[in-house]
């Protein structure tokens, strides 16, 4: 009797753990779902640090050096503004956290014979990133996800990435006059 009772109590006991383990996986199964979303909305970045701050920032970096890309893009869940300047002799670039505005990374180095000739931005005389913003999502009919202004071709661009569905445009606007230059799909 007493083997009988022991091989019941384990086969309870095996039951029950069964249960308790197909319990949890569905809850799992129920949980997951808003977990991701939770995710998802945690992946959706803001940028609360103005370009003029930032520069700003770039500035009490490295005093007194020119300014020749601005660059602004996600990075691992968050917007990162990138910029860079130079001075004679040397190129400098800083990484800001655009949500807290926070020097993520700054670094300078000895400046190539090539980089010798290059243009300071001068901002006062461009369109923001927000009418550049306009432009771009007008022309792709998209949503600007990332942002460079730079030198192209001795024209001052804002180049404008914009997502679509699932596809991506780059978006080339003349920083002084607001035309935009070109509009390329990514394959």
Same mark, same amino acid.
Not at 89 to 103: L, P, Q
Not at 173 to 178: G, H, L, P, V, Y
């Given at each position: 009797?007493?083997?009988?009772?022991?091989?019941?109590?384990?086969?309870?006991?095996? =039951?029950?753990?069964?249960?308790?383990?197909?319990?949890?996986?569905?809850?799992?199964?129920?949980? @997951?779902?808003?977990?991701?979303?939770?995710?998802?909305?945690?992946?959706? =970045?803001?940028?609360?640090?103005?370009?003029? *701050?930032?520069?700003?920032?770039?500035?009490?970096?490295?005093?007194?050096?020119?300014?020749?890309?601005?660059?602004?893009?996600?990075?691992?869940?968050?917007? $990162?503004? !990138? #910029?860079?300047?130079?001075?004679?002799?040397? !190129?400098?670039?800083?990484? #800001?956290?655009?949500?807290?505005?926070?020097?993520?990374?700054?670094?300078?180095?000895?400046?190539?014979?090539?980089? +010798?000739?290059?243009?300071?931005? *001068? $901002?006062?005389? +461009? #369109?923001?990133?927000?009418?550049?913003?306009?432009?771009?999502?007008?022309?792709?009919?998209?949503?600007?996800? =990332?942002? *460079?202004?730079?030198?192209?071709?001795?024209?001052? $661009?804002? @180049? $404008?990435?914009?997502?679509?569905?699932?596809?991506?445009?780059?978006?080339?606007?003349?920083?002084?006059?607001?035309?935009?230059?070109?509009?390329?799909?990514?394959?």
């Amino acid at each position: 009797m007493t083997k009988k009772w022991t091989k019941l109590a384990a086969g309870v006991t095996m =039951a029950g753990a069964l249960l308790l383990t197909a319990t949890a996986c569905s809850n799992n199964e129920k949980t @997951e779902p808003k977990t991701a979303e939770v995710t998802k909305k945690a992946k959706v =970045a803001t940028i609360k640090l103005s370009q003029a *701050d930032a520069i700003s920032k770039f500035h009490k970096q490295y005093s007194g050096k020119d300014v020749k890309e601005i660059n602004l893009k996600p990075e691992k869940n968050k917007y $990162v503004y !990138e #910029i860079e300047g130079f001075d004679r002799t040397h !190129e400098y670039e800083v990484k #800001i956290d655009a949500n807290t505005g926070k020097i993520l990374s700054h670094k300078s180095e000895k400046s190539n014979l090539d980089q +010798l000739n290059e243009q300071a931005l *001068d $901002v006062d005389k +461009l #369109i923001s990133r927000n009418q550049a913003t306009k432009i771009a999502e007008k022309k792709v009919k998209g949503t600007a996800t =990332a942002w *460079d202004l730079t030198h192209d071709n001795k024209k001052t $661009v804002w @180049e $404008v990435e914009v997502t679509k569905g699932n596809k991506k445009h780059e978006v080339t606007i003349n920083a002084e006059t607001k035309k935009v230059i070109s509009v390329e799909k990514d394959d």
